[in-house]
């Protein structure tokens, strides 16, 4: 990658998969969950209902609806769908925490003089209590965005109007993520440093299939070697 003449004003981070680990909490309580519901209805065992799950996430990615498609393969009403997504969703984070590294990083690049900036999508109630529950409020970050794609609210448009206001250039700002196919290619087609977070099942399906994405400029395995990139450490960063 070419370094950008243009000095990081900003880094703008992700949440789920990004900030803590939600395949591996969330995700999976979640399929836990709804796994009983689907084995009263398909009268199955629920470990035979979770793996289904699995199984249908495989075949049709991580951004599909698998309810719809488990209801449709059973034949079962459609209105079934959307009560299991609601299920699957609604779920207990009260234990959800921060990935170790994350706090002490988020504090050094606020103290560097960096704006930092979270987005997140889904939600706006669950969201809100995912930020609360993992202490990431604005001690840390100089806003919080939260995206409603039901709504029509995309990733881009939101990274437009940050830039909009904070006035920002897209080469003065890093964007952070696990998902390629969302917050990476939103900031990618807008000219942003894009930074991919090697954790989850985007990110693990993003590997099975990733000759059909544009390469993200970094790659890394924890939030702290955000601190260690080069696009970083060869340019002084402007104090804002």
């Given at each position: 990658?070419?370094?950008?003449?243009?000095?990081?004003?900003?880094?703008?981070?992700?949440?789920?998969?990004?900030?803590?680990?939600?395949?591996?909490?969330?995700?999976?309580?979640?399929?836990?969950?709804?796994?009983?519901?689907?084995?009263?209805?398909?009268?199955?065992?629920?470990?035979?209902?979770?793996?289904?799950?699995?199984?249908?996430?495989?075949?049709?990615?991580?951004?599909?609806?698998?309810?719809?498609?488990?209801?449709?393969?059973?034949h079962l009403p459609g209105t079934?769908?959307?009560?299991?997504?609601?299920?699957?969703?609604?779920?207990?984070?009260?234990?959800?925490?921060?990935?170790?590294?994350?706090?002490?990083?988020?504090?050094?690049?606020?103290?560097?003089?960096?704006?930092?900036?979270?987005?997140?999508?889904?939600?706006?109630?669950?969201?809100?209590?995912?930020?609360?529950?993992?202490?990431?409020?604005?001690?840390?970050?100089?806003?919080?965005?939260?995206?409603?794609?039901?709504?029509?609210?995309?990733?881009?448009?939101?990274?437009?109007?940050?830039?909009?206001?904070?006035?920002?250039?897209?080469?003065?700002?890093?964007?952070?993520?696990?998902?390629?196919?969302?917050?990476?290619?939103?900031?990618?087609?807008?000219?942003?440093?894009?930074?991919?977070?090697?954790?989850?099942?985007?990110?693990?399906?993003?590997?099975?299939?990733?000759?059909?994405?544009?390469?993200?400029?970094?790659?890394?395995?924890?939030?702290?070697?955000?601190l260690g990139l080069r696009i970083?450490?060869?340019?002084?960063?402007?104090?804002?």
């Amino acid at each position: 990658m070419q370094k950008s003449s243009r000095k990081i004003k900003a880094i703008i981070f992700d949440l789920d998969d990004t900030l803590y680990d939600c395949s591996g909490t969330l995700v999976v309580r979640g399929r836990r969950q709804v796994a009983k519901t689907i084995a009263r209805l398909i009268n199955s065992s629920e470990e035979e209902a979770y793996h289904l799950q699995l199984e249908m996430e495989e075949k049709y990615g991580v951004k599909a609806n698998i309810y719809e498609k488990i209801v449709s393969h059973y034949h079962l009403p459609g209105t079934y769908a959307q009560e299991l997504l609601e299920e699957f969703v609604h779920i207990n984070i009260s234990d959800i925490t921060a990935f170790p590294d994350v706090i002490e990083t988020l504090k050094r690049l606020k103290a560097q003089g960096y704006r930092l900036v979270l987005v997140t999508s889904g939600d706006k109630e669950i969201q809100r209590k995912k930020i609360d529950v993992l202490g990431l409020n604005n001690r840390y970050f100089d806003d919080i965005v939260i995206t409603e794609r039901n709504k029509g609210q995309s990733k881009k448009a939101c990274f437009q109007e940050i830039m909009k206001r904070y006035d920002l250039q897209a080469e003065e700002v890093i964007c952070v993520g696990d998902k390629i196919d969302d917050e990476l290619a939103a900031g990618k087609s807008l000219g942003m440093v894009t930074v991919m977070f090697e954790h989850g099942r985007h990110y693990n399906a993003y590997l099975k299939v990733q000759d059909k994405y544009i390469k993200p400029d970094y790659f890394i395995k924890h939030i702290k070697d955000i601190l260690g990139l080069r696009i970083l450490n060869n340019v002084q960063v402007n104090q804002l």
